[in-house]
């Protein structure tokens, strides 16, 4: 099943969530997304608490990232429990990435999966994060090693939450959308042509859908949209990152250590094509972190039989490569490049 996706506007939203065939509404909204948005939530033409004919349960989670552990998964399950829902509740995330793998997650797990939908609030949910299922938590072994393929029913894009967002969180938005520019010829054009922001969201959003559609679980092609993720992951976690800002970081790694320096060129062209600045590596001048890395990319969902780690590359633009690669390997690789990484700012 595919969600249906579309640019909405808060008439159009309300339209459609008074139109869900359901008598109770669980709203999972990011606190700080709440801070900004909660009064004009309630207000028309939204008026999110009040829909029509349905009960409306609000709970708001902790801001980002922090929300995605089993302890605040545990007291969201329980909040709504105790309300008394059934299987024909609806529910719906509002708020960035973590808020919906985190929502998303709750709606797969009460009462073994109701069905949601998505109101994204940052650039990177609106392109990635909202699209396609995945749904999940961290683990304080890693990131999202916690999780379950739950498809939301709609993602309701409107882009005027940009607005408010911090400029390290559209920049950290910019990394993913980086990331199709290598997935996409098409992306990659409009990044040479400085398309407007609100067209290269829509040709992300398609482009993530029309992967999924193919791939669901990911068997095949929709291992492409984990470039610069295996390394991502680690540096998000060892320097405090936000996620697209590693995953800008972790497609440098790939490209320097088994790509080659056109795709290193390019990484650099699409970040001015989109206008923006991911400054220096944050391994720059000091030593390169080996240990840490290897033991985030042993603990990486991508690890499969016998300790192989599935790389991901690409050939050329909108063809990518799956590089089956031990893990020691992997660590021989980044010993090796460990002096020439410290200085290494392409
Ligand atoms: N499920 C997937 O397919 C998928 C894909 C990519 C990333 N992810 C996950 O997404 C997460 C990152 O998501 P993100 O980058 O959206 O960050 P996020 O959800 O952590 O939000 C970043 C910050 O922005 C705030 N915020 C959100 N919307 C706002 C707004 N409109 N105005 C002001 N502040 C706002 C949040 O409170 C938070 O502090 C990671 O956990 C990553 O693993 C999931």
């Known amino acids: 099943m595919n969600s249906k996706i579309k640019k909405a506007t808060f008439e159009e939203i309300a339209e459609d969530l008074n139109s869900l065939d359901t008598d109770t509404v669980l709203v999972v909204v990011d606190s700080r997304v709440w801070q900004h948005y909660g009064e004009s939530f309630q207000k028309e033409p939204l008026n999110l608490l009040n829909l029509k004919n349905k009960k409306v349960h609000l709970y708001k989670t902790l801001e980002g990232e922090t929300t995605k552990t089993l302890l605040e998964f545990e007291k969201g399950l329980e909040f709504f429990l105790e309300k008394g829902i059934h299987r024909q509740c609806h529910l719906v995330a509002i708020g960035g990435g973590a808020t919906s793998d985190f929502a998303g997650y709750l709606a797969s797990s009460l009462l073994r999966g109701i069905s949601w939908s998505v109101i994204p609030t940052t650039l990177l949910a609106m392109v990635d994060a909202s699209i396609g299922g995945k749904t999940g938590l961290n683990s304080k072994h890693g990131k999202n090693l916690i999780g379950s393929y739950h498809m939301p029913v709609n993602v309701w894009i409107n882009e005027a939450f940009l607005e408010t967002l911090p400029p390290e969180e559209l920049a ?50 929709r291992v492409s949209l984990n470039l610069g993720h295996t390394f991502g992951h680690a540096l998000e976690k060892i320097y405090d990152l936000p996620h697209g800002t590693s995953v800008f970081w972790g ?44 033991e985030y990319v042993e603990k990486d969902k991508k690890v499969r039989n016998n300790g192989i780690v599935d790389l991901v590359t690409i050939k050329d633009v909108g063809t990518f490569e799956k590089v089956p690669t031990s893990i020691e390997k992997v660590e021989e690789v980044l010993e090796k490049n460990k002096d020439d990484l410290r200085t290494f700012n392409f």
């Open 172 to 221: 950290s938005g910019r990394g993913e959308v980086i990331k199709y520019g290598f997935l996409s010829q098409e992306i990659s054009d409009l990044f040479k042509k400085k398309a407007k922001l609100s067209q290269v969201i829509e040709a992300c959003a398609r482009k993530k859908e029309e992967i999924v559609a193919k791939d669901f679980r990911e068997r095949g092609e």
């Open 251 to 294: 497609m440098a790694l790939i490209f320097k250590l088994w790509g080659n320096s056109d795709h290193l060129e390019l990484l650099r062209d699409f970040e001015k094509g989109i206008g923006a600045d991911f400054g220096n590596p944050p391994w720059l001048n000091k030593t390169f972190p080996v240990d840490k890395i290897i």
